[in-house]
Structure formats: C-alpha cells, structure tokens
C-alpha cells in the first residue's frame, strides 16, 4: 500500500494491542494518490471485535499481489450481550490489525465511484441500501456493512446505471441473543469489494471467502494467505439474458473471445436466459403496423428464422468455449418468458391471417403441441414449443430446462428465471431472496444481490425500444458461480470486465 501510517497514534495502533481510543468525531483516511491508484480493497470491521484472521490474511496478500489500497470502513454496533467479554459492550475501538486502515470519510476514487466511509448504518440493519441511492449523486459507490447487498440504481439515458453496493466484514460475527441479532448473524458476510480503476472507468467486484478452502476467488485466480494461484474450473457461468438478435457484440467478445470471462474462469456450465428475444412473435407487436414493416424489410418477421439463430448460437459459443477451456462444457437453457413469446404466438394467431413465411411452421408447431397434450393430475399440459424445438435439434453439449425444472450447482438453484415469484406472483429479486434456497436469476437486465438470491444483468445494448424512454438500471453483467459454489458478480463496460 502506498498510504502507509504516519503518526504516532498510527503506529500505536498497528503495534499495540491494548491501545484504545475514543473514536467518536474522529478522522479516519490517509493521503493516497488516487490519481495513480489502479485498485481499492474496501471491507468494514465492526467496533469491539476481533477480525477473522484467516480472511484477514487472505485480503492483506491481496492487496499486496495487486497493488491495492486496502480500506477498512469501521461500524458500530450497540451489543449489550458481546461474544467478546462484558469489557467491550459498546467501545469505541477496533481490533489492532485493521487500525492503520481505517477510513471513514467520503472519497471519490474515480468521476464514477466513490466510497461512502461516512455513513453509519447498524449492522443488523436488513435493507442497507434503503435510501442511500441518492446520497453519492451520480457516482457508484460502496458503503460500510456487513451483510452483502448489491443493488442498480436507475439513472437518465444517457448515464450508466449506478452500482450501489455494501462491502461486507472482515471481523467475525458478533451480535446479540435477539431476533435482530441471531438475523444478523445468518447474513454476517465475509466478503469486501475490489475496485479497478482506468480513467473514468471502474470496474467493482465482491471478493467473497470461503472457510472450508480458506480463500477467495477472483476472476478465475485463487488467493490464499501467502500465495495465489489459478483457481479450479468454475461451476457456472450465469450469462445476463441473452436475447440473441439483440445481442451487444461487445458483450459476445468480453465473454467468449481472446482474454476474455470464458477463457478466465473455464466454466463447466454455461446458463443461458432468454435466449430468444422472441421479437419475430411479440405479442406487445399484435396491433403495431410499423413493427410489422420494421420487421419485414430487415429480414426479421420469419419466427423460425429466429429460433435457428438462437439455437445457432448457443451451438457456435458452446464449442467456442469448450475450444477456450480444452474441457467439456454443458450449456442450459432457463425456461424464460421470452422464450414463451413462442407459446403465445401459437395460441393467439390465426394461420391463415400470418405472413406467408410463418404460416406452415405454424402448423407445424401447433401439430406438435397438440399431439403432445395431456390431461394430468395436475391439469392441463402440452409441450413448451421453443423448447421442445431447441430439443429436436440435438446440439451437442446443450440442455433445455423445462418450466419449473429444477437445476442445482454447488447448492444453488440455477432453473428459476426470475420472472416467475412464489405462489403465482410475479418474480423479483425481493420475493425471491427467501424462499429457503440460494439462487441465480436473470429477467430484470439489473444486477443485484440480496440475502440467498443473486440477479444478473442483460447481454443486449443497454438501450432497446421498450426501455428508452426513462431512466434505467441495465447493466451488462454475468455471474460467476466459482468452484467454492461462491457468486460474483462481473460486469462489462464498454467491453472490458477488468483492468
């Protein structure tokens, strides 16, 4: 680290573990060139409690390999019933390692990140994030926490989403016998974030431990307390929704050409979500003429066009990427709504009314979902037909989740979409975050994290028809679900994931 301790009470703090200090009103930060800095490390440390060592020496050797500034932001939390000794009930002190860094102030690290060491919120709080999207203007930022809360901020058009963020704890969980308390301690998260910075540019990712490996992994790299290696094949590479004829070329070439998140991390599974944009049959088209000629003179109104360019697709950047990671991998497809764009076609159009170039592989299909249909004990059912198309056409290495089907990685949930909620109600990264399994969806194009559910972002341009005319919380971003079952969020601007 460059800013290294300069005062006495700097070097009391570093080196004398019984020195105290009341802290109330007190400056935290050191100089720190953040013009030259390249990358930023911050973590909070709750008052009264002693650090996680192992995760404490995994985040020191980070921050040394990669030149990082390491930012402790310190919280306090009211514990009349400490774990650590009657002694410590509310003190004003924090464990001796991180008292050199310290930082509590609000700084800008680039024009569009900056941390908000300034603001306190209780570590039992269970939404953080509530009502701090405004306070860092138009920058993305990170507060002090310890439970891991991601969230994307909705902003003008012409400005990229703000990721606000919380950065998790490296001191171990120390809460009270309370409800409060024991709620705290289930979402207690060793984690921080990492911040790249070019320029303008940033680039922030959770570092999340694991105590049965002792690490953390980044980017497809292992970091352990004295060293740092390749990282084992991840589990999953949860793509942000696809939507094929829509795709941003940027995005294809991040994730699957040279250096790129593919070839980093060598995924053994690719998740795919709304793999057909489905905008050859939209139904929110039905009554739109202009779409229709839109459609037309661009080659785009064959809805069977559309479903070979999907399944092309994923054939092409599934063998891409087994050619990147020399090693079999299986792509899934997530039963999505605009997948389904396909079954309400089917239902709702009269053949003889179609485009000439639609009309017998509507017939087509429909034969196929009738010969299909049964009446169960559950109801009625008939065969998905985009699914039951991406079937018959016998990819090699590929696999189709049926609606509802089930798909688990290192204990968590991959087959929910995200669009569907509990008991019939619409999805959302809210009722989702507690239905008693750690899961990854897409569907919103906006990446969060919050409790057990992970939400990726989009893979399309930021900007389509139905989303242009206010502001917006897309961004492009993946998930990596590595090989300690950890997610972590990745995302691409302007084409690079990474400095």
Known sequence: MTGSPKTLDDFKRAHDPTFQLDTVGETFSRDINWKKTKRAIVVAAQNATPVHRDFWAVLQHMAEALGAELLVIPVRYKNATSLWTASQRNAEWWAPEVRPYLWNVRQEL?????VLGDIKIQPTTSNPLSGAETLSKACSAVVGHTRAQTISVATPPDKMAKLLMTSGACTVSN????????LGDFHHSLSAILVELK???FFARRLRYTEKTKRVIDLGVAYYADKHETAPP??????????VDFVDPSVVKATFGAGGIVERIRPQHLIWHDLLD???CNPHHEDDPFAAIAKYYAGRSEVNGETKRAID???TYT????LKTGAAVLSVLVASNHGDFLRRWILKSDWKKLPAENRAFYLKTALMMAEGTRLTDRGVEYPDPFTSIFEAAKVPHTRALHLGESFMLGGTELGFHGDNGPNGARGSIKNMRRIAVKTIIGHAHSPGEDEGVTQVGTSTRLTLDYNAAGPGSWLNTHCDLNADGKPQLVTMIDGAFCV
């Open 175 to 182: 809460y009270t016998d309370t409800r409060v308390g024991r």
């Open 199 to 201: 320029g303008k540019h």
């Open 234 to 243: 991840s589990l999953a590479l949860v793509q942000g929704d696809t939507h």
């Open 110 to 114: 680039n024009p569009n990140f900056m």
């Open 278 to 280: 489905g905008n050859s």
């Open 313 to 315: 697709f994923v054939k």
């Open 319 to 322: 063998e891409k990427s087994m």
